[in-house]
């Protein structure tokens, strides 16, 4: 598959390699804290990609609708802080990209086991829409499906595998994507599990 064809994605290959088991440890003291669950859309269905959040907001769905919320509403406390060396990744990753100075203030982590997937869809529920969202991908490798700001645009398919950083800005920023259902595999970091986190400012600047 093509991996560096995607209009207005900045694709890092490996950017995250060096600190991978660094992030996956943190991951796992965020879930401590905050486990994955599987959130319910509005339309009522449970999404096949469970999801947890650390930082001073985090993305939420139930039948009300999504949002960014400082408070987990499994545990009715604040989410987790973000570890450093998160904030640390996403702002190398986004000045490498063209973007410095990001400070994001919200980081959703994904978790897929095979048989996930993440149907199209635009991120527009955040506050700050001018600034870039970085993305990280450990353990089994996905097919990212990128689009346009219309439903109808060409939708060109990007292979991202363990270590991948993507940083998603500018004009692209209300582009549709999604993941395709993850296929069977291991992998010597996650097991049989894909994890993504992404770095954005939902705040609105405040
Ligand atoms: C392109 N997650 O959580 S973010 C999501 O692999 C989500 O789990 C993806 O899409 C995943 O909403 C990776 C990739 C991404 C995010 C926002 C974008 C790509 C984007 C906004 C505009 C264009
Ligand atoms: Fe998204």
Avoid at 73 to 79: I, Y
Avoid at 166 to 174: D, F
């Amino acid at each position: 598959l093509p991996r560096r064809s995607a209009p207005g994605a900045h694709l890092l290959d490996g950017f995250a390699l060096p600190v991978a088991a660094g992030l996956l440890q943190a991951v796992q003291a965020v879930t401590a804290a905050a486990p994955f669950r599987h959130l319910i859309t509005p339309g009522g269905r449970r999404m096949s990609v469970a999801m947890t959040n650390c930082g001073r907001l985090g993305w939420v769905s139930d039948r009300r609708g999504y949002r960014y919320d400082p408070i987990d509403p499994e545990s009715g406390r604040p989410w987790p802080e973000m570890p450093a060396l998160f904030g640390d990744l996403a702002d190398r990753a986004a000045t490498a990209a063209g973007f410095p100075g990001f400070r994001p203030d919200a980081c959703l982590i994904n978790l897929y086991t095979p048989g996930a997937r993440l149907g199209m869809h635009q991120d527009r529920d955040e506050g700050d829409l001018t600034q870039p969202i970085v993305s990280v991908s450990l353990g089994l490798p996905a097919v990212f499906q990128f689009g346009g700001p219309s439903r109808r645009d060409p939708v060109t398919n990007i292979d991202l595998v363990h270590g991948d950083v993507v940083v998603w800005g500018g004009a692209w920023r209300l582009a549709h994507h999604g993941v395709k259902e993850l296929r069977d595999g291991s992998h010597p970091a996650t097991g049989q599990r894909r994890i993504n986190i992404t770095f954005r400012c939902a705040g609105g600047g405040r």
